[in-house]
């Protein structure tokens, strides 16, 4: 670019006498003769007129001196200066979103216009004479000059040569040119990318800690002195130099470049010294007299001064019950997406998870049934937490829980099935196939939802009549009136196939009971709850069982016209319902409510669509004849609902106690009926037949059953709040596919060998029990566990509805009322006693838990043992006064007391650097984590973030009493987790009633800096 080099005085001498002809002498871009030499110009660069005599500076303005960019008509952002006879326009420095900019826009071009007398609007003397010479040129930018040439150099106070003498100190660096001002500070933050301030500790020999110094860092451009200032200034004063073993470190980025982008010519780092200073001897004690200093979110209600002065253990040694809530060792559970746990075991890995022992954890499920322990649980609002696995999801927090998202067990729903069969393509009804892919494993039966987390599958619909084996027959490849017989089809009853199956039981209760093969079995089924499937209709392909003997099926009997239609309405029921808590219902042949899939209200000729029972013309288009079971003659009604003898099959089952005298009681709920398959939309193909028999056999398998819903133990040791939802309800019967979409998108689907398929039954709903030590809050309605939905059959044959789950509610006092209770839960019968013979009263007691041997265990790389059979507490932040700036910590004692009530009395137990207390060894095991931060007066004391060490548990890993890892970081604050395990306890203090353990102090021994 053209940069002049023509440009002389400023031309500011006080003894010139006054011009008797005001004109411009010189200019910055070789003015000559009314124009420019240069026609190229920096976008940061000044404009400079140097006139005969002193300005005027009330003249100098874009009206007499013009600089406009040509596209726009614009002036650029920018200032005059006058110093005496000079004129100095200076463009504007703009800070923006996208960085620093001038106010000449790059690659423009800028008309420079200078109007000269006569004209009016002119630059004037000082005496008022009138500019007389005329400017007008045209330049162009390009480009950014570098103002102050080469490398920018860096400086700052104090320094090595002029150290700080206070604590309380800021640093001032000095750029020597205009720098790229937000590459050295986030406006935003406060914060610096490219300069660091690092407080250096290497006071212990064979030590160095480092800790970066929280502060805000300010910047400013001094455009008139070609500078750039930086502030820092700490959020707290600096420590002492600690006999010179303590020192600061600035770092400055070789990044860091001017506005021309030439890089520092002293990047690197400096030490700065730090002033002289006095070590103090302190402690912090923590005696549990109240509970200022407890941290709520994660810790176990009542036992931090439950007496004052003491920690408690919380163990009743009579019954080894305590408040629960587990080690916590998985960390906070906190997602911002979806989340799925796998109760058949899962792996949860330390670089995802805040895990206090920093390696990856195995929850196994092989063994027995895993337990998640966090230190506390939080599902934000948008986020649903699935499960997958056959055991009940089992969530311990050893703090808080607050649900604001969705936690779901539910059942499986039922896939919508086809439940439409046509033999073979060219044994049509008069017209061309219809455009659906009808194939073989539409003919198998629908497909159910399956059962997990403690609760049963549904049962499997019942398959098509149809020969499913080698089923093509050439010989039959003539289509003629009566030539389509039963032979195609399995007759006789002599399968269970084409029944709809049950459901599994609670708890996944086997269901082994069919109608032909295992009659004596079906009423086993249904007390454990499972929902009766649905008998085939007719039971032989072609066959009605009446009173008088086996009847061949015939269509449809219009009772207002006494004709026979050419189509028949044998359907099946649809599956009957699961039951739990309540009683499933059963399923239906008819709803005269209902529509049929392309939306003809039934109601609209019920002549036509109503199914016929009338002996007398031997009509038998639905099941009224027959029970499930008829062979064993126990008279269960086809389709039945599971209704579930809880007192005797699953004592104690209102506890949902995964570790009940009886056996695990922590179950889910029971899966819908299957429905059989049905003979809808057979047809009568002869017009001159007045007698109605089918001649052409249409079938429709049956819809699926609904799973029933999961099991979930959820035990919180701090406070509940649920604004969300906690479901574990049953899943939906299987939908007729041709009732997803009312009209159904293909008529002739339809018309032709109109379907006929029953729904399935829906799943009862689960179990959830509700464990919480502390507060409790629970919107309306927010704990579900309703029964599911029964399917949609094509014909008004729908699925009966699954029964009620269960919830048991475990809380600190016990003594909610039912209204109360059942203001959270829905339906409310779920938290009523009443179906154990204890009406009006509420499943409610207060809370004691326990954890068998093994469950929830943690075993680490090293082998140290983490009981799940824990509870456990942690601390807030412990900070000295504002006057001591650091910390060193030189010991610790956690002193414990405890009388087995054996005749021993109270004995102590201290656990110290001398002993230290160890993860599976000692009844107690602690860990304990230094940060460092200077909190403002009043506010909490919380350490500056990523400040924070990891945890240190003493007797895990490498880590022997602490104090090595105590030290190993620069620290001003501390806190603490003690965990009781309570297998350890209670082999320690027996089960003399009266006998207790507890935490009567902490204590922390440390020098610090003032």
């Given at each position: ?84 006879s000079q004129v100095i326009f200076r463009p504007a420095l703009l ?676 464990q919480v030590a502390g507060d409790m809050t629970v919107d309306p ?47 409310d019968g779920a938290v009523d006693l009443a179906p154990i013979g ?173």
């Amino acid at each position: 670019m053209g940069v002049p080099a023509c440009f002389g005085g400023g031309g500011n001498s006080s003894a010139n006498p006054a011009a008797a002809t005001f004109r411009l002498r010189r200019c910055s871009l070789g003015c000559n003769s009314g124009t420019c030499a240069v026609n190229e110009i920096a976008t940061n660069q000044e404009i400079k007129l140097s006139f005969n005599d002193k300005v005027d500076p009330a003249t100098v303005s874009f009206t007499t001196i013009s600089i406009v960019e040509r596209t726009t008509g614009s002036s650029p952002p920018g200032s005059f200066l006058v110093e005496g006879s000079q004129v100095i326009f200076r463009p504007a420095l703009l800070e923006t979103q996208s960085g620093i900019r001038f106010g000449f826009t790059d690659g423009a071009n800028y008309e420079i216009t200078m109007l000269a007398s006569p004209q009016t609007s002119v630059v004037r003397s000082r005496i008022g004479r009138p500019n007389t010479t005329a400017l007008s040129c045209v330049v162009q930018t390009n480009g950014v000059a570098d103002l102050v040439p080469g490398n920018p150099e860096v400086s700052f106070t104090p320094n090595q040569s002029q150290p700080p003498t206070q604590k309380n100190f800021s640093f001032e660096i000095i750029f020597n040119d205009l720098m790229q001002k937000f590459q050295l500070v986030d406006p935003d933050t406060g914060e610096s990318p490219t300069i660091g301030v690092t407080l250096v500790d290497e006071s212990i020999p064979g030590r160095v800690l480092e800790v970066a110094v929280s502060g805000t860092f300010e910047a400013s451009l001094d455009q008139d002195l070609l500078q750039t200032v930086v502030t820092f200034t700490p959020d707290a004063p600096f420590p002492g130099n600690k006999n010179g073993g303590r020192y600061l470190r600035l770092e400055f980025s070789p990044q860091i470049a001017d506005l021309a982008g030439n890089t520092l010519a002293n990047s690197g780092t400096f030490t700065v010294p730090l002033p002289d200073s006095v070590i103090v001897p302190g402690s912090f004690l923590e005696g549990f007299a109240d509970e200022s200093q407890l941290d709520p979110l994660t810790s176990v209600s009542g036992l931090w001064a439950g007496t004052a002065g003491s920690l408690d253990s919380g163990l009743d040694p009579t019954t080894g019950k305590h408040s629960g809530g587990g080690h916590g060792l998985l960390g906070p559970f906190a997602p911002t997406a979806d989340f799925t746990f796998d109760t058949d075991g899962m792996t949860f890995l330390a670089s995802e998870w805040d895990i206090f022992i920093q390696e990856d954890v195995v929850v196994d499920g092989s063994l027995q049934s895993p337990v998640f322990m966090f230190d506390q649980f939080n599902v934000p609002a948008g986020v649903t937490i699935h499960a997958t696995g056959a055991n009940p999801l089992r969530i311990a927090t050893r703090g808080e829980a607050v649900v604001n998202g969705v936690l779901d067990v539910s059942g499986e729903d039922a896939p919508n099935n086809f439940g439409k069969y046509f033999p073979i393509l060219w044994e049509l009804i008069d017209t061309i196939e219809s455009s659906l892919d009808v194939t073989r494993a539409n003919a198998e039966g629908g497909v159910p939802g399956m059962g997990a987390l403690g609760g049963g599958s549904g049962g499997t619909g019942g398959q098509a009549w149809y020969l499913l084996n080698n089923y093509f027959d050439s010989s039959k490849n003539t289509y003629t009136s009566g030539i389509p017989d039963p032979t195609r089809f399995r007759d006789g009853i002599n399968s269970d196939t084409v029944h709809g199956y049950n459901g599994e039981g609670i708890g996944g209760a086997v269901s082994s009971g069919r109608p032909l093969l295992s009659p004596d079995q079906m009423a086993v089924d249904r007390a454990n709850g499972g929902g009766m499937g649905s008998w085939a209709w007719p039971p032989s392909s072609n066959l009605v069982p009446a009173p008088t003997g086996n009847k061949v099926i015939q269509s449809h009997f219009n009772t207002v016209s006494g004709l026979y239609y050419k189509i028949a309405l044998h359907r099946s029921r649809g599956g009957g319902g699961g039951g739990f808590w309540s009683d499933g219902t059963a399923g239906g042949y008819y709803d005269s409510s209902g529509t049929d899939p392309l939306g003809v209200a039934f109601s609209s000729a019920p002549e036509i669509y109503d199914p016929v029972i009338d002996e007398s013309r031997d009509a038998w288009e639905y099941n009224s004849l027959l029970a499930w079971d008829e062979l064993d003659a126990q008279a269960i009604p086809d389709a039945a609902g599971g209704v579930a003898d809880l007192l005797t099959n699953f004592p104690g089952v209102e506890t949902l106690d995964p570790n009940h005298a009886n056996g695990n009681r922590l179950l889910g709920g029971a899966g819908g009926g299957g429905a059989g398959c049905g003979e809808h939309g057979s047809w009568d193909d002869d017009a001159l037949s007045t007698d109605g028999f089918i001649d052409t056999y249409r079938n429709g398998d049956g819809g699926g059953g609904g799973a029933g819903g999961g099991a979930l133990q959820f035990q919180v040791g701090g406070r509940l709040a649920v604004g969300g939802l906690i479901q574990a309800t049953g899943g939906h019967g299987a939908d007729s596919e041709f009732m997803s979409n009312v009209p159904h998108f293909d008529i002739n689907a339809i018309i032709y060998g109109t379907p006929g398929d029953a729904g399935g039954g829906g799943g009862s709903g689960g179990g959830i029990l509700i464990q919480v030590a502390g507060d409790m809050t629970v919107d309306p309605d927010a704990v579900d566990v309703q029964g599911g939905r029964g399917g949609i059959g094509s014909a008004g044959n729908h699925g009966g509805e699954g029964g009620s789950g269960l919830v048991r509610f475990e809380t600190a006092t016990g003594s909610e009322s039912l209204a109360t209770l059942q203001a959270m839960v829905v339906p409310d019968g779920a938290v009523d006693l009443a179906p154990i013979g204890q009406a009006g009263s509420a499943n409610v007691s207060a809370v004691a838990n326990a954890f068998m041997t093994g469950e929830g265990d943690i075993t680490a790389s090293d082998g140290s043992l983490f009981r799940g059979n824990s509870s456990g507490v942690r601390s807030l932040w412990y900070a000295p006064d504002a006057a001591i700036l650091l910390l060193t910590f030189e010991s610790y004692a956690i002193r414990c007391s405890y009388d087995a009530q054996d005749g021993n009395g109270v004995q102590s137990l201290v656990f110290d650097l001398s002993n230290p207390p160890d993860p599976g060894v000692t009844p107690i095991w602690v860990a304990f984590q230094t940060g460092f931060g200077n909190p403002a007066p009043g506010a909490p004391v919380e350490p500056d973030e990523g400040s924070e060490s990891e945890w240190i548990i003493p007797g895990f890993g490498t880590i022997t009493d602490g104090l090595v890892e105590l030290q190993a970081s620069l620290a001003r604050m501390v806190r603490f987790q003690i965990v009781f395990d309570h297998d350890l306890l209670a082999t320690l203090i027996g089960t003399n009633p009266g006998a207790y353990f507890q935490v009567d102090s902490v204590e922390f021994g440390w020098e610090g800096d003032s």
